[in-house]
């Protein structure tokens, strides 16, 4: 009830929408934090998505993820925004109509080659955005917040911290340049869009976690959440960089824990903060076991060396 509610509401303030006779409303799934609805309208179809309630304690701001959104849209990248609702945030896109990649799919040289292009499109000519998304800062943010709401936090939480650290260490011997990222990069977040007649189009959705960051923060993140192997990291490198130097191996592979840290951490701070039945603590402890994997790993102390490296 409260839903519909929300919904019709937020119709009644998009002017192209509220003066229309025939509207077709319809609950799309996928999102965990967010409601979207698929409006069907005089023939065409927008997508309204709904900022989820305390979403602003995960550091997300509305009008950063609008901004994203819309200069991604422009660029081709993501699904055109037509409207911003304000104050409430909500952001209307046009409906695409594509498929989900499938996890075994998208990490063929085909796919990561696109995907590859799509991310440098947004690092290179992406707009400058009001937010920042550095991953220590955020670990450190989602820390704070969990604390506070008397989170679990896991029994070897110090080591944890203890190689966080030895990472921003190694990495501020050759700081970063803040870059338009999108920072959330998991599989339900791309889809090929059907075009007739010719090979797809791929879109990125769900840009909530967009800010100014490090280009390797988006390389990692998207490949710890498609388990890239070595040969694929090798490809997914070269067709972003069109080489690939120990130094860009290995700020790749010490990014590649932090960004399984911060799913860690979300799942932590949303088992304060959310009232949703999702099983957030599992999703936490199944991050942090992959964490301490990836930071165990025989070639850690020299990929902190690596990435001091000239090349």
């Not at 934090?33 to 997508?47: H, M, P, Q, S, W």
């Not at 995960?58 to 849209?73: F, W």
């Not at 550095?134 to 989170?151: G, W, Y």
């Not at 059907?194 to 390389?219: P, S, T």
Request: glycine share 6%; proline share 4%.
């Amino acid at each position: 009830m409260m839903t519909t509610l929300l919904i019709d509401k937020a119709i009644a303030k998009v002017p192209f929408l509220a003066d229309s006779k025939n509207i077709k409303k319809i609950p799309l799934s996928g999102g965990i934090t967010n409601l979207n609805f698929k409006i069907e309208a005089d023939g065409r179809a927008y997508v309204i998505r709904l900022a989820g309630e305390g979403t602003d304690q995960l550091g997300i701001k509305r009008d950063v993820e609008y901004a994203a959104n819309k200069a991604a849209g422009d660029l081709g990248i993501a699904p055109e925004v037509v409207y911003f609702i304000e104050p409430e945030g909500y952001i209307v896109t046009r409906f695409v109509n594509g498929k989900r990649i499938m996890p075994e799919d998208i990490v063929k040289p085909d796919y990561l080659a696109r995907i590859a292009k799509k991310l440098r499109l947004f690092h290179q000519r992406g707009p400058k955005l009001k937010g920042e998304f550095n991953i220590f800062k955020r670990v450190e943010m989602l820390t704070k917040i969990s604390k506070s709401n008397n989170a679990k936090f896991p029994h070897d939480w110090d080591w944890i911290m203890q190689k966080t650290n030895e990472v921003q260490k190694a990495l501020e011997k050759d700081t970063y340049t803040p870059t338009p990222c999108h920072n959330d990069l998991l599989n339900l977040n791309w889809l090929d869009e059907e075009v007739a007649g010719d090979i797809g189009e791929i879109r990125l959705l769900d840009w909530e976690y967009a800010g100014m960051g490090d280009i390797f923060f988006d390389l990692a993140n998207f490949s710890h959440h498609h388990r890239l192997n070595e040969e694929q990291v090798e490809d997914f490198l070269y067709e972003y960089f069109g080489e690939v130097t120990d130094k860009q191996y290995a700020r790749l592979r010490l990014m590649w824990p932090m960004s399984e840290l911060h799913e860690a951490m979300w799942g932590t701070t949303q088992t304060g903060i959310s009232k949703l039945e999702e099983d957030f603590q599992g999703y936490a402890d199944l991050w942090f076991g992959r964490f301490r994997q990836h930071v165990t790993d025989f070639r850690w102390e020299q990929w902190l060396k690596d990435v001091a490296k000239k090349k």
